[in-house]
């Protein structure tokens, strides 16, 4: 993801988030198999669902597909502040994250509605996540309401049991962390369901794992977990 030497950010991908390994709900894949496409019909997407819901992941998997290109999670540049989108209608693509954040917040707002003009007139491609829907963000602005309103909006719905348990599995191999079927069907039965939560007792434990040179083994994950 190659960015314009002007812009004085960086703008930090995960390398770990991909389509290829991106496991698809059934009532997802007519996003994933747009967003997947190297030439986006569209100039503007908007992407809305609940925490761990894989928002993040498909963001960084879109942004990773086009050399020049900014993925912005919102919850990390909320300090740096609105200035951190200055310049960048001149990329392909702009991948913002999280922007139900900055609601209410009027030099934010304005920041993104200059934005949103800009890259149409360049014909900039964009792809916004929120955990609201478009019609549901109460901006103090509202021609922004109604500019994101206006694209492609789709829900990304959540996975069922069989599809969170292949996403943990995944997330674990990605990591290089060793886990046996019955420790990760122990994790996924005692921890908070949502993929959040799950991949964040999968670092703490691979994190304290390596610290305490143990395996990650269910009386290892009850003395950490406390479960």
Partial sequence: MPLSNQLPFDFVLYNEFTFENFVVAEENQ?????????????????????????????????????????????????????????????????????????????????????LFNACQLNATKMLISSAIAPLELKFALPDLQSRYSSGVTYLLHELDDNGKMSALKNRAHAAGVPLEDEVLNYIYLRSERSMSKLFAVLEKLDKLSLAQKRRITIPFVKSIMFW
């Fill in 30 to 114: 007519e996003l994933v198999t747009l967003l997947q496409s190297a030439h986006l019909l569209e100039n503007f997407y908007f992407v809305w669902g609940g925490e761990g819901s894989g928002k993040s992941h498909l963001l960084q998997a879109s942004c990773a597909k086009h050399l020049n290109s900014a993925y912005l999670p919102l919850q990390v540049f909320m300090e740096e502040g609105e200035s951190v989108l200055d310049g960048l209608e001149h990329l392909d693509l702009i991948c913002i994250d999280d922007v139900h954040i900055v609601l209410s917040k009027p030099a934010w707002e304005e920041k993104l509605f200059s």
